[in-house]
Structure formats: structure tokens, C-alpha cells
């Protein structure tokens, strides 16, 4: 069976900071986040640009947090007056909340796996088992 893995990869200036942190990250403070988005899917697929199903997801719907705040992205705004009650801004719920928001601009079928860094030699990946193709 065919099967297409295409990765894509952004990065966003935002600021955070994470509630009740005993330490420095406690405080507001910013990150260039690094993000790697992976999509694998065993057919093609139109988009909402391309009527055709000739791709595993268009890029475009794939980088959306890149864009600005005022966009509807998360460039350069604050994290914590974005996301939901539900999501704190760790690294680990910042891939979630992309891989969440990202999973609703894309068809059904296509396996996400998001990697976000906010420093050079840090990162983490998140994925859902549930999503397999």
C-alpha cells in the first residue's frame, strides 16, 4: 500500500509564561518556537485551494501558527491570552494545541505528528495513537 509522509517546518515569536512555576519560566518571557509538522496519510487529498486529490495536506493548512495573532496564528502574540483554560504553555500542551488545531484544517485519515522547540536543544513531539492510517 502507497503510503506519503510529508514534513513541513515554521517557526512563530511568542511570549508565555507558565502559571504557578516556581523558577524563571514563572515570568513573562518569550521564545522563537521552532515547529515541525508531520503528516502521513496512505491516500491523496484535495484542500480547500486545490480541488484536486493530489496531496497528502496543503502546506498552507499545515503552518496556520505561523501566521499573526491577529490572523488567527500565534505569531508574536501572548500564549497564555490564547489558549483555552485547558491548555497551560508548557512545550508539551503547545504541540497538543497545535496538533489539536491543526487536526480540524485537514481531512480525516491523514496521521499528525507535531514537534515544537523553544530553545535550540530542547523539544518535544506529540502525536495520537488514535490517528493512525
Not at 518571557?29 to 480547500?48: F, I, N, W
Not at 508574536?76 to 497538543?96: D, R, S, W
Amino acid at each position: 500500500m502507497p503510503k506519503w509522509k510529508l514534513t513541513t517546518e515554521f517557526t512563530f515569536d511568542s511570549a508565555h509564561y507558565i502559571k504557578d512555576y516556581d523558577g524563571p519560566c514563572g515570568r513573562m518571557h518569550g521564545h522563537t518556537y521552532r515547529v515541525q509538522v508531520e503528516a502521513t496519510s496512505d491516500k491523496l487529498h484535495p484542500s480547500e485551494r486545490c480541488p484536486h486529490p493530489v496531496m497528502v495536506a496543503d502546506f498552507k493548512s499545515l503552518r496556520w501558527a505561523k501566521q499573526d495573532v491577529t490572523k488567527g496564528g500565534l505569531d508574536h502574540g501572548v500564549l497564555n491570552e490564547i489558549f483555552p483554560p485547558e491548555y497551560e504553555t508548557t512545550a508539551e500542551m503547545i504541540a497538543k494545541y497545535i496538533y489539536d488545531f491543526t487536526k480540524k484544517r485537514i481531512n480525516e485519515g491523514i496521521k499528525l505528528k507535531v514537534r515544537v522547540s523553544e530553545t535550540p536543544n530542547s523539544w518535544v513531539e506529540y502525536e495520537d495513537d488514535e490517528s493512525e492510517i
